[in-house]
Structure formats: structure tokens, C-alpha cells
């Protein structure tokens, strides 16, 4: 290449051979090089120390939460857990707190105030940590049971909302946001808060 006014070269034409073909086996990648892999549940993230959330897991994912050392998993969903869910709970020491919401669509939600806050006494008692929240997408129902957690551990409600819409994307729903605004945590304050972020 050249150009006007100026003597010599700019760049050099380096000769290139043709990319190689890579295989890669996109089959079953549960094992690779005799180490099994670890698969989280869809929307799977840390809370605070201890504490996990996600939409529902299943057998794929057993692995990943055997590696977290869970004692217990909250479940927010009100169907029957499967028993493959339940084999493993048993198999690993884990104890299961089902506390059944429905998972409604708008404008028809009804959150109920008492069950989130039984909930919540289930995750603020270390003694239940690690401990995993779940529904069936790790959205809705477990976004709005994190954000009530927030605001006891004195979030501003931007922030909450910004968590809870991460999470929740496209489907976040201005219902859930004002459950969270509306929650009365009063009743819990007297209950020990030891998680990082939540100095008095």
C-alpha cells in the first residue's frame, strides 16, 4: 500500500494459511478429560454469603449443588417436588422448606405478605446456610422474596428493583416492584441480621 507524499511502505502483506478445523464434541459435556462438570440452575447467582438463588434445578444440576454444601433449599413453588429433587435432598443431608406461591401473571397477583415472611425467618437463621431460593425461573417469586430480604439489609428500593429486573429482564412485573416497596419488615428487625453487607 501507498501512500501519497510518503516513501516506503506502511504495511507489510503477511501470507496467512487457512484456519485449521477445530472439532469439538458438543455431545454430552456433563464429563470432559474424566472430570464430571459442574452445570448450575438457569438464573443461578449468590446472594449474600450462604445464600443462593435460581430457578428450579434438576438432575443436571445436582453436581453443581453438591458442591455448594447446601443444608437447605427453599422452594417457592406450590406443585409436588419431584422425586428425583427429593432423593437427592435425602441422599445429601438437605432439608427442604416449600412455602407453595402460585406463580401468577398480572394484573391478578396476589403475593402472599405472611408466606414471604415465614420465608424469610427460614433465610435469615445461619443455621440453615448455605441455603438455596428457588421457584420455577428464579424470577418472580424468588426475586420478590431477595428483594424483601434487601430491604432489610437496608438497600435503597432503586437498587432492589434494579436486582430484581435483572433477573426477571422482559417479564418484570410493576406488581412484584410494589409488593417489594409496600413490605412491612418491622416485624422481622428484632431477628439477628449476619450476612455481609447488613452492619446495624
Not at 16 to 25: A, K, N, R
Not at 28 to 48: C, H, K, T, Y
Not at 153 to 161: A, D, M, N, P
Amino acid at each position: 500500500m501507498r501512500v501519497q507524499g510518503f516513501e516506503g511502505e506502511i504495511c507489510d502483506a503477511i501470507e496467512v494459511s487457512p484456519p485449521q478445523e477445530i472439532s469439538l464434541d458438543v455431545g454430552d459435556d456433563s464429563q470432559r478429560d474424566g472430570e464430571e462438570l459442574f452445570v448450575p440452575p438457569l438464573n443461578f447467582a449468590m446472594v449474600d454469603n450462604g445464600i443462593f438463588r435460581s430457578g428450579f434445578p434438576d438432575s443436571a444440576n445436582f453436581s453443581f449443588l453438591k458442591s455448594l454444601g447446601l443444608r437447605s433449599i427453599i422452594c417457592l413453588c406450590p406443585e409436588p417436588y419431584p422425586q428425583a429433587n427429593i432423593e437427592f435432598l435425602k441422599a445429601n443431608g438437605i432439608r427442604l422448606f416449600q412455602f407453595g406461591i402460585d406463580g401468577c401473571k398480572e394484573p391478578f397477583v396476589n403475593i402472599p405478605e405472611e408466606t414471604i415472611r415465614e420465608a424469610l425467618k427460614v433465610v435469615l437463621d445461619v443455621k440453615n446456610h448455605p441455603l438455596l431460593i428457588h421457584c420455577k425461573r428464579g424470577k418472580h417469586r424468588t426475586g420478590c422474596l431477595v428483594g424483601c430480604l434487601r430491604k432489610l439489609q437496608r438497600w435503597c428500593l432503586s437498587s432492589i428493583f434494579d436486582e430484581y429486573q435483572r433477573f426477571a429482564a422482559a417479564k418484570a412485573r410493576v406488581s412484584d416492584q410494589r409488593f417489594m416497596e409496600r413490605f412491612d419488615i418491622s416485624s422481622l428487625k428484632h431477628l439477628p441480621i449476619t450476612f455481609s453487607c447488613s452492619k446495624r
